[in-house]
Structures are given as structure tokens and as C-alpha cells.
């Protein structure tokens, strides 16, 4: 085995330490886009728009912190891995592990919610039909802003 010195030691912990503290970091943000994910399902179920769309938008701005920390992962993890030779970092294994775990559960209640948003849209869509075949909600002539008179003659 080849000896490393003290500094090259350090490095290799210090990449180890930031490896596994953004790992924590990204493990964090998964936790809390589930939590949006599971909020998320009774509101598409009410069905106000307003809500929906704030969902939505905290939904992109968590993908984005996540995908923002997976950059910095990606160049991370080969250091890592030629940190870990020397150095022991058993509990970033766990942390991977758990991350991949979130990984998917993620994915799973995405698409239970977009089944579940589809759903609400063809709701609204036949709601939408029956109200245009319904003849009573189309305008009347008398509404419809022609010229009409405004004043009646009542002597002549």
C-alpha cells in the first residue's frame, strides 16, 4: 500500500466530510419534497387553481434546490470514491442508500398525483360540456349588446 501523506489525508477527509454534509443536505430536500407531494394530493382533489399553481410552484424551486445539489454531487462522488481507499466513511453508504430509497418514493407519489390531477381535469372537462350543451346558459338575444331602446314613450 502506498503512503499518502498527512496534507493529502486531510484533503481526502475534508472531500469525504462535504461529500456526505451535501448528501445530508440533498437527503433534507427530498424529505420536504415529499412532504409538498403529500400536501399536494388533497389539493388537486379541491380542485381551486390558485392552490394548485403554488403547489406547483414550490414543487419547481424544490426540484431546482435538488437538482442544483446533484450538480455539485456528480463531480464530488469520484473524489469520493478515490477518498474512501483510505479513509472510512461508512455511514455515506447508508445516506446514498436512504437517497435512492427517497429517490423513488418520489417518483412513485409524482405519479400518483399526476393520475390523480388527470382525473380532476376530466372531471372539470365533462362539467365544462354539460354547461355549454346546457341551453339555459347561452346568452339570450336580448343580451347580447345590440342597439336596444333605453327609454319608453308613454303617450304615443
Known amino acids: 500500500m502506498v503512503a499518502i501523506t498527512q496534507e493529502e489525508l486531510q484533503k481526502r477527509v475534508a472531500v469525504i466530510k462535504r461529500f456526505r454534509e451535501l448528501l445530508c443536505e440533498q437527503r433534507e430536500r427530498f424529505r420536504s419534497y415529499l412532504n409538498i407531494l403529500d400536501k399536494q394530493k388533497p389539493v388537486i382533489e379541491k380542485g381551486s387553481a390558485e392552490d394548485i399553481l403554488s403547489h406547483i410552484e414550490i414543487e419547481e424551486k424544490m426540484l431546482s434546490d435538488i437538482f442544483s445539489i446533484q450538480k455539485v454531487l456528480t463531480p464530488l462522488e469520484p473524489l469520493y470514491r478515490t477518498s474512501i481507499k483510505t479513509v472510512e466513511a461508512p455511514d ?64 304615443g
Open 92 to 155: 455515506v453508504a447508508k445516506i446514498q442508500s436512504a437517497l435512492e430509497n427517497l429517490k423513488t418514493e418520489a417518483s412513485l407519489k409524482v405519479k400518483q398525483n399526476r393520475d390523480t390531477l388527470e382525473i380532476r381535469m376530466n372531471e372539470l372537462k365533462e362539467q365544462m360540456e354539460v354547461l355549454r350543451s346546457n341551453p339555459y346558459t347561452r346568452r339570450s338575444l336580448h343580451s347580447m349588446g345590440g342597439e336596444s331602446a333605453s327609454f319608453v314613450d308613454m303617450e
